[in-house]
Each structure stands twice: as structure tokens, then as C-alpha cells.
């Protein structure tokens, strides 16, 4: 009698444990991430490939959903002045154009730097004579002479790293050398917006760009900085911005927690910047 009475209650005590286990699993799984809503981010399109791949889904596993649009830092500077954009965040490549945002600025500060250089996809036309280079068997400035090379690079007028890209190259060859290359600031064959210049190297409408090491690393590119100190490391820098209007306040400094000193910081290091 007593060992049945034993059984019976061995099995109860079985059932409830299952059942305490199951409303626990089933509490855990219906708990809902936390939500902080919607953060809205301007930013260099140098960071493109980082930003709308690993962060932008992380940053969704911890509630926040990115909105983000790329670009020339200039142009999305100008937007902003203009009043046609009003995020809660702006990174620019060039912590000058964060400053003369003046009092729109709530908050900034540079965090991270990276090298300009020349990049190549592995699919290239000319990726055997630029590996060359990267091995250090054929001369970069002969490369870039190729004839029938197509070479692409971004806008002076609307991008920093269009910019840095003839300041680079005229520290490095002078101005014939680099008028030799470029040609003309604005030359038509050469230049492509910010955005669209990764894609037009991937599909081989460019066979080779200017770029900043942090997109050639994210996108699989090889890379080759700009001799010496035209590779301008000491002056390509990275500022975020939070935006004294930003329609969403707290989203915006998660955002800049995650990116700073988060687990954004590790996703951006990975892609090629340097935090500084």
C-alpha cells in the first residue's frame, strides 16, 4: 500500500516539474524583446555594407529598428541645412561638416578612423596586375596608368573622400601625376555617387576604385593604401552626431551606446575602422 502511495506521488511530483518547466519555457519564449522604436541615421556611405548588413540586424535583436540613408557626407550635410532631412543621427567622414551643422548639433564626437587606398574586387579585370601591386611586384603608380582602365572614384563637390582622393594622390605623384590618373576634378568617366560606386566595381563597370580601407574590408575587396602620408590616416575620421530635433530621442542615444561602446563598436571594427 505504502510503496503504490510512494509511485502515485513520485509521478505527481514528475508532472508538476514538467508543467513548472513548461510555463517557464513558455514565459521565457512569449517575454517580448524590448522595443525602442525606430532610429533614423544619416551616414557616410563608406559605412554601407556594415551598417544595412550585421548592425542593422542587431541592432533589430535589441529593439531598435535602423532606418538608415547613405551617402556623400557633404551632400547629407546639405540636406540637413536645407530642412529635406531631419534624423536623429548623422556620422560623417569629415568631423568638419558635423560642426557647421552647429546648433542643430546636439551632441558629437569622433570615434574612428580609417586609410584611403585603392581597392579591387576579385572578379576584376585587371585584379592580376593589381595583385601585383599588392605583392609589391608591380608599382602602383604604373597600374593606375593602365591604358583603357577604368577607374572610378566619388564627387568633390558632394563627398569627402572625393576630396581626399585628389589630395591623396597629389601629395603622392604631384599635380601632373595626379592630373595624369584623374584628370580633371570632376572628370564624367570617373566619378559615381558615393552609394553606387561598390556596386558599379562589383559588377565590373569600374575595375578599380578609391575607397576607404573600411569598405574594402566589408565588402571582400582587396586593398592598398596610398603610399606613405597620402593615405591621409591622420585626418579621415568618423563623427556621430545626435541631432538636438531627433524625432526619436532615446532610440538615438542607444543607438549611439551600441555604436560607441557596444556591440556595434566590434561589428565596425571588423569592417576596417579603427576606433580611436
Same mark, same amino acid.
Given at each position: 500500500?505504502?510503496?503504490?502511495?510512494?509511485?502515485?506521488?513520485?509521478?505527481?511530483? $514528475?508532472? &508538476?516539474?514538467?508543467? /513548472?518547466?513548461?510555463? @517557464?519555457?513558455?514565459? =521565457?519564449? %512569449?517575454?517580448?524583446? *524590448?522595443? !525602442?522604436?525606430?532610429?533614423?541615421?544619416?551616414?557616410?556611405?563608406?559605412?554601407?555594407?556594415?551598417?544595412?548588413?550585421?548592425?542593422?540586424?542587431?541592432?533589430?535583436?535589441?529593439?531598435?529598428?535602423?532606418?538608415?540613408?547613405?551617402?556623400?557626407?557633404?551632400?547629407?550635410?546639405?540636406?540637413?541645412?536645407?530642412?529635406?532631412?531631419?534624423?536623429?543621427?548623422?556620422?560623417?567622414?569629415?568631423?568638419?561638416?558635423?560642426?557647421?551643422?552647429?546648433?542643430?548639433?546636439?551632441?558629437?564626437?569622433?570615434?574612428?578612423?580609417?586609410?584611403?587606398?585603392?581597392?579591387?574586387?576579385?572578379?576584376?579585370?585587371? $585584379?592580376? &596586375?593589381?595583385?601585383? /601591386?599588392?605583392?609589391? @611586384?608591380?608599382?602602383? =603608380?604604373? %597600374?593606375?596608368?593602365? *591604358?583603357? !582602365?577604368?577607374?572610378?572614384?566619388?564627387?568633390?563637390?558632394?563627398?569627402?573622400?572625393?576630396?581626399?582622393?585628389?589630395?591623396?594622390?597629389?601629395?603622392?605623384?604631384?599635380?601632373?601625376?595626379?592630373?595624369?590618373?584623374?584628370?580633371?576634378?570632376?572628370?564624367?568617366?570617373?566619378?559615381?555617387?558615393?552609394?553606387?560606386?561598390?556596386?558599379?566595381?562589383?559588377?565590373?563597370?569600374?575595375?578599380?576604385?578609391?575607397?576607404?580601407?573600411?569598405?574594402?574590408?566589408?565588402?571582400?575587396?582587396?586593398?592598398?593604401?596610398?603610399?606613405?602620408?597620402?593615405?591621409?590616416?591622420?585626418?579621415?575620421?568618423?563623427?556621430?552626431?545626435?541631432?538636438?530635433?531627433?524625432?526619436?530621442?532615446?532610440?538615438?542615444?542607444?543607438? %549611439?551606446?551600441?555604436?560607441?561602446?557596444?556591440?556595434?563598436?566590434?561589428?565596425?571594427?571588423?569592417?576596417?575602422?579603427?576606433?580611436?
Amino acid at each position: 500500500m505504502h510503496q503504490l502511495t510512494f509511485a502515485r506521488f513520485s509521478a505527481l511530483a $514528475a508532472s &508538476l516539474s514538467l508543467a /513548472v518547466s513548461f510555463t @517557464a519555457m513558455h514565459a =521565457q519564449a %512569449a517575454t517580448p524583446r *524590448p522595443d !525602442l522604436g525606430t532610429v533614423s541615421v544619416l551616414y557616410a556611405g563608406s559605412l554601407v555594407t556594415p551598417m544595412e548588413g550585421p548592425l542593422k540586424a542587431a541592432l533589430h535583436e535589441r529593439g531598435i529598428e535602423f532606418e538608415g540613408e547613405p551617402g556623400g557626407s557633404k551632400e547629407l550635410a546639405n540636406l540637413i541645412v536645407a530642412g529635406i532631412r531631419s534624423p536623429d543621427v548623422f556620422i560623417s567622414v569629415n568631423p568638419a561638416l558635423v560642426t557647421k551643422l552647429g546648433d542643430r548639433v546636439a551632441s558629437a564626437v569622433t570615434f574612428a578612423g580609417t586609410s584611403l587606398g585603392i581597392a579591387w574586387a576579385p572578379n576584376s579585370k585587371y $585584379a592580376a &596586375l593589381f595583385d601585383g /601591386v599588392a605583392n609589391g @611586384a608591380t608599382p602602383p =603608380q604604373r %597600374a593606375l596608368e593602365t *591604358p583603357r !582602365l577604368r577607374i572610378g572614384r566619388t564627387d568633390p563637390q558632394l563627398d569627402p573622400k572625393g576630396v581626399y582622393t585628389i589630395e591623396g594622390m597629389t601629395m603622392w605623384l604631384g599635380h601632373d601625376g595626379e592630373q595624369r590618373i584623374l584628370g580633371a576634378d570632376e572628370n564624367p568617366s570617373q566619378i559615381f555617387p558615393e552609394q553606387d560606386l561598390l556596386a558599379r566595381v562589383d559588377t565590373g563597370q569600374a575595375d578599380v576604385g578609391f575607397f576607404y580601407r573600411t569598405e574594402a574590408i566589408a565588402r571582400g575587396y582587396r586593398f592598398v593604401p596610398l603610399p606613405g602620408g597620402a593615405a591621409l590616416t591622420d585626418r579621415i575620421s568618423y563623427t556621430l552626431a545626435i541631432m538636438k530635433a531627433a524625432p526619436h530621442p532615446q532610440a538615438a542615444h542607444a543607438f %549611439a551606446d551600441f555604436v560607441l561602446s557596444g556591440p556595434g563598436r566590434a561589428i565596425l571594427e571588423k569592417a576596417g575602422l579603427t576606433y580611436r
